[in-house]
């Protein structure tokens, strides 16, 4: 019995879109106007917090900004969760579990939230590129080196 409480576990138990926001500040005038291509600007965040014992919320969030010279085009904001069982894991993996490989299982999901929102809201589809969550996660590793802060 003791065994089996030591056993590594990682399993998901849910996946859900955690929020979502479409704006188009500045229609139907702008969509009026002579089309040039539009000005994308994409930021990705990823946040993580315990939310029981082993059991953690992964959030994977976009913020697509469109423009066309100054002018807002469209802006989608939206959040992906997932909710892992996480235990038995030295301290050292639970991080990487939680910061690459969590954010990598969320992040398909927000991809095709992004894309089908921008298709509904009658502008071509915006594909958000594949992301390199080790490479994120060892670049904020370092950045909390360097500050003298942990990511625990």
Known sequence: MAEQELTPVFQIQRMYLKDLSL?????PQILREQQVQ???DINLGVSAEPIAEGVFEVCVTATVTTKIGDKTLFLIEAKQAGIFEI???????????????????VYPYLRAIVSDVCTRAGFPPVVLS???????????????????????
């Open 130 to 152: 594949e992301v390199n969550f080790q490479a994120m996660f060892e670049a904020q590793q370092q950045q909390a080196a360097a500050n003298g802060t942990s990511l625990n």
């Open 87 to 105: 235990r038995n894991l030295p301290q050292d993996q639970m991080q990487a579990i939680i910061g690459i490989a969590c954010p990598g299982m």
């Open 23 to 27: 704006e188009q500040p500045n229609s």
């Open 38 to 40: 539009p000005q994308v």
